[in-house]
């Protein structure tokens, strides 16, 4: 709440702002993005910019609406704040975040470096909008109903339609107050769960034929370079299928290698049955994230083994 003090004091000296959300963006980190867009222009009467390095999906436009997210910094601002980044690295900008301009952080990842010169880090929340439902909640702010509905899907997408183990309480009860300031949950759920291009349809269908369940209880899957060039998917339309995968009653984690076109491989863990910490297990290889949710990237190839390997580059 300190932390938040300096912010808002910040923001209020602030002429021009800008609002960074995370590479390979999801709808929490742009969901805060818009709903900060929404509140500060309205509320705070700033000068607002929306930033993102990398293009959104198709299913992520119902959230930024007639609002512009740009790939590039503009000129002439004078406060960042990011939102769902856990190290400055994901927002692309490491030189203009190392600039004099504070920088603000409001993240909700355990792994979060505390990079900004005000950081505002919960890794109880279970996401990004959740945080800023709380804070804005404790400011007596009235927003719109979009800007209700950009908070409501960040909250779906991070506690994956409240079937994650983050979903508390506090999580159902912002969900509801949400809903009664006007979210558009039949959209969120149309466009963050129930869109799937038939690209995606065969992409998954190949990891889900690769799973191997080994001797430890480890269920592994993997898509080649070359399996993900057949199906004509694109490399992000993997996301999700992990959840498919971590269903086994025998596995108490899971793990989907996939190569990049750049010659490395992502590796992505959940936790199942049981409580292994798969953060610092992708820690080891230079990743991060949750406790039961995680990732890492690794210079290399995969290789069939007895299962399969990462030849490091
Ligand atoms: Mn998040």
């Not at 959300?21 to 309205?42: K, Q, Y």
């Not at 959230?63 to 910094?73: H, L, W, Y």
């Not at 399996?227 to 025998?250: K, Q």
């Amino acid at each position: 709440m300190q932390e938040f003090k300096k912010a808002l004091e910040k923001i209020r000296d602030a002429n021009h702002i800008v609002l960074i959300s995370h590479r390979h963006p999801d709808a929490d980190t742009i969901g805060a993005n818009i709903f900060m867009h929404i509140v500060l222009e309205n509320n705070f009467h700033k000068k607002v910019t929306s930033v993102c390095a990398d293009p959104l999906p198709a299913t992520l436009l119902f959230i930024t609406d007639d609002f512009v997210i740009q790939s590039e910094m503009p000129k002439n601002y004078d406060c960042i704040i990011t939102v769902d980044c856990s190290t400055k690295e994901q927002t692309k900008f490491t030189n203009e975040m190392d600039s004099k301009i504070t920088v603000i952080n409001i993240d909700h990842h355990a792994t979060n470096t505390m990079y900004g010169d005000i950081n505002i880090v919960d890794p109880l929340a279970a996401s990004a909008t959740e945080m800023l439902y709380t804070i804005f909640e404790n400011l007596g702010i009235k927003y719109s109903r979009h800007a209700a509905t950009c908070l409501l899907a960040g909250i779906y997408n991070d506690t994956g339609s409240f079937m994650h183990s983050n979903t508390q309480k506090g999580t159902y009860i912002t969900a509801g107050e949400l809903q009664s300031k006007g979210a558009d949950i039949k959209t969120i759920v149309k466009n963050l769960f129930k869109t799937q291009s038939i690209e995606q349809l065969k992409l998954w269908g190949k990891v889900l034929s690769n799973a191997r369940l080994n001797g430890k209880g480890t269920l592994v899957s993997k898509i080649s370079a070359d399996e993900l060039d057949e199906t004509n998917a694109s490399p992000r339309e993997l996301a999700g299928v992990i959840n498919y995968l971590n269903c086994v009653p025998e596995s108490k984690m899971t793990m989907l290698l996939s190569e990049d076109l750049n010659g490395n491989v992502q590796g992505s863990m959940r936790s199942g049955n049981g409580d292994i910490d798969v953060s610092s297990l992708c820690e080891q290889f230079g990743g991060g994230g949750h406790k039961k949710a995680a990732g890492f990237t690794i210079p290399g190839k995969i290789v069939s083994q007895e299962f399969w390997r990462i030849n490091a580059a």
